[in-house]
Structures are given as structure tokens and as C-alpha cells.
């Protein structure tokens, strides 16, 4: 096994996390990270918030529960180690409605379920306190919750997989995956790399790439673009840490929120919108091959009769600051339209089932010597760490799949 060759499909953080665990469990063991992109961390890595989760809303026992309090505990250290920054600026999440409130009580048994270190609810007077611009009847204080630079992050893991004696392979577009007698080969046009075994983390492209290499249909990959706000600076103090809605269960996305980043700059958002290409960053960026494949999954049909109210409200959001800003005013009142301006968007890999059903946990396949990550959505960059201890366990054969 030392002498064993590992390919890593995705250098985002997932797929550097888990080539680095297995260069260092596994020593002697070459590891080969194959991108795409000319640069590490460059899709959903490199456009997330950098919120480190502390892991209130993942159901108990589920992956993302357990992955997402070992890792934000190893990404802590690791940060520390590496002198990366790591700033646990607390989180409110806040109930604005007697409905809201009824759901924070229930998450507050989800919370202390995955133990969410020094989890404590807050009356309307002491949110205030933490956080004097904002409002709600109650909250749930989050003091663990952090922020970090995550594409920092990913480089670092990078180094270290290097260091090790591996290699980050760039401007390598995977195209086609064949099964050996006692290997594969992953090519991308006319170069190749043979490997003993093979772990796709190819995040917008997971589906795609895993058909490759023989993997399912199922679940597909719907990119939904997520949609900043940056406030001025002469209103970013009024915000202190992260202050978040209380979620609605029937929904995967959290809601647009305030985040405080580790430079100082505060966000607000995303909102989630259907994206019309794969990395759909911009409006005008339109597939038409994206949009037939994702017509023909049934799926989008199913997905579309049970959320269509909720979609036709986030497109008018991004089309409109006031309305985008609208919600987001319910719990921080002095910040409205004219004190934001759009900054950078994101595009969310969400995985859909055939029926329609959003896939929430996380959801890893293992079909002999390839091992794919099919849904990797949030807390996957704060879990990343502990993502690639299961995998690597997986791939050496110290566990078996789940």
C-alpha cells in the first residue's frame, strides 16, 4: 500500500484536506491532485463567507453533525499551527416572530444534541447586548462560531501535500476515466496519470466526473449562485460578529445573513437563486446545454412544485437591493439599501435527488478503488479536515463505506 498512487479529482479544500490526510497517514504513498483551473481554491472555496460552523443545525448523528464538530476542532488547531486567521467572533442566530421562536426552541434541542459548545439563548435585552444594532424576541448565542480565510486555508493544505512528496497537478480537465486490470487510468485529453485508486472531489462537476468513472446518476448537481452584499464602511461596526436568521427546516439554505470576515469587512447574504451554467457567476452567463440537462431531470420538476414561491422570492431579491435588503433589515434595522453595494457571488454545488429531494447530509459512494463525493454542500469547508480523516479511512481500508 505505501507505494500505492492516489489521484485526487478537485483541488478545492475538500480534495486537498483529503489528499494531505492520506500523504500523511500513509507515508510513502504518492498523491496526485488533479484541477482544472489554474490555481487552487478557485470555485466554491475561494466564495464562501468563511464561517467556521460550530454545528447547531445538522441533524443528530447525521455526517455533517459528526464531520462538522471534529473538523471545526482540527481546522482550530490547524489555524493555529499554520498561523492562519481564525477569529471566533460568536454567532446570534435570531427569532424576529413567534413562529421563528417556536423553531429556535427546537433547534436549541438539535444544538445541544451535536453538543455546540457554550450554546446559550439570549432574551431580546441581552442580544443587544452582544450585538447593540441588532433585534429579535430571542436568539441563540453561538460563541465557538468562527471565521477564517478558507482559500488560505486550502494553499496551505496544498503545501503540505507537496511537501509530503505529491503533486497539484493544474490545467488538468478531466475527460475520461478508464478501469485497469489493477489501476486506473485519468486522463485529460492526451495526458494521463495511472493510479492505484481514485477519489473524485470535483464539487459543480462531482456528477459529471463520477459518471467517468461508472458512478450513478443519481444525486445531480444544481448550481444555485449565491448573491453578496458588502456594507459601507462607516456602517461595518455596527455589526460584530455573524448574525443569522433562524432557518426554515423545509429549506437547505440558511438565508441571507450579516457576516463579519476576518478583514474586517462585513457581508451580507447569500441569497440563493437557480445558476444558468455550471459556474454560473454572473447573471449573463448562460449554458444552453446546462440548462437541457437540468430540464430533464426530473428532479428540477419535483423541486420546482414544492419551491416555487420561495424561488420567485430570491430572484426578486437579486433583482432588487431593497427587496434583498428587505429581510435582512429584520434583524439589523439601520442597514438598508443605501448602505450596501454588490460585491462578489458564489455558486452553490447542490445535489438533487430524483424525487426532487434536496440533499442535505453529506453523501460519499465508494465503487472499488473509486471513491466519490457526491454532496459536499456547507459545513463541508469547516468539516473539511474531518471529511478527509472518513475518506481516508475509506480509501486505505481502515472503515468501512457507510
Known sequence: MADETIAVVGAGIVGLAVGREIAHRRPGTRVVVLEKEADVALHQTGHNSGVVHAGIYYKPGSLKARLCARGR?????????????????????????????????????TAAENLVPGLRRLSAAEIRDLEPYATGLAALHSPRTAVTDFTGVARAFAEDIVASGGEIRLRFPVTRVTRLRHGLEVAAGEEAVTADRLVICAGLHTDTVSKLAADGKEPRIIPFRGEYMRVADEKAHMVRGLIYPVPDPRYPFLGVHFTRRVTGEVEVGPNAVPALAREGYRRSRVEAAELLRIACWPGTWHLARQHWRTGIKELYGSLSASAYMKAARRYVPDIGARDVVRTKNGVRAQALDRDGTLVDDFRIHRLGRVTTVRNAPSPAATSSMAIAEHIAGLVLGDREAP
Open 73 to 109: 476542532d482540527l481546522l482550530r488547531d490547524y489555524c493555529a499551527d499554520r498561523r492562519l486567521p481564525y477569529d471566533e467572533c460568536g454567532k446570534l442566530v435570531v427569532a424576529v416572530s413567534d413562529d421563528d421562536v417556536a423553531r429556535l426552541d427546537r433547534l436549541a434541542v
